[in-house]
């Protein structure tokens, strides 16, 4: 139902803007490094030690397994990228200098609460540098899809698995809509083709607000 998660990369990739600093979390935050707007020019940053990388490569001809971002997918290198020791990266991180991180999600509660590393249920979980990006970046936008694969919310009013930062998401974009997360709630902006607002908060637990300018997602 709604967007694949090729399209919810290319809605986010939407908010893209020219000269930011990216930081792309694993799973489909990813992809938006394949869908860049025409005419803009961003810097990809993994915490691993890269700044400068371009699109991911599946193509085995260029793959340099040398060449990977945190989650470990390959990734091509763009003119004048550079690698530098992770604690530099996380200086970057947590002195403010990324303007921008996409983090997969797990929940997102009303108030912007984010937990996106552990479900309980497995007993293990891996955070990476997920709390330091969720803190660290000037803004935050959680890409998932809108439940779990059993139907259950992924918006909810408190967060239930283990939090990996507090009231810090700004923008929420699922398969379904996009939220953003404001002081009165959180106000859904847009929805995807063929998705009313009712359906969506039938699989939401918060109430949400349907904003003034409410509009089907343009890709």
């Not at 890409?143 to 967060?159: D, F, L, Q």
């Amino acid at each position: 139902m709604g967007l694949s998660r090729e399209l919810i990369a290319l809605r986010v990739a939407r908010e893209l803007r020219d000269g930011m600093v990216v930081n792309l979390g694993i799973g489909i935050p990813t992809l938006v490094s394949d869908f860049i707007p025409p005419g803009v020019t961003v810097i990809f940053q993994a915490e691993n030690g890269i700044l400068g990388y371009g699109p991911t490569t599946a193509d085995e001809s260029e793959i340099d397994w040398d060449l990977i971002n945190a989650g470990g997918q390959p990734v091509l290198l763009l003119p004048g990228a550079c690698f530098f020791h992770s604690a530099d990266s996380f200086a970057m991180i947590r002195g403010g200098h990324i303007d921008l991180s996409v983090l997969g999600g797990l929940q997102v509660s009303e108030k912007g609460d984010l937990a996106n590393w552990m479900v309980p249920a497995r007993g293990t979980g891996s955070i990476g540098g997920a709390m330091d990006l969720a803190v660290g970046a000037r803004r935050l936008i959680v890409a998932m899809e809108h439940t779990t694969k059993t139907g259950e919310p992924r918006i909810v009013k408190e967060c239930t698995y283990p939090l990996t930062a507090v009231n810090v998401v700004d923008l929420i974009v699922t398969n379904l809509a996009a939220i953003e997360v404001r002081p009165e709630g959180l106000v859904v902006t847009e929805l995807a083709h063929g998705v009313s607002f009712d359906l969506v908060q039938s699989l939401s637990e918060p109430s949400l607000i349907p904003s003034p300018d409410l509009r089907e997602m343009e890709l």
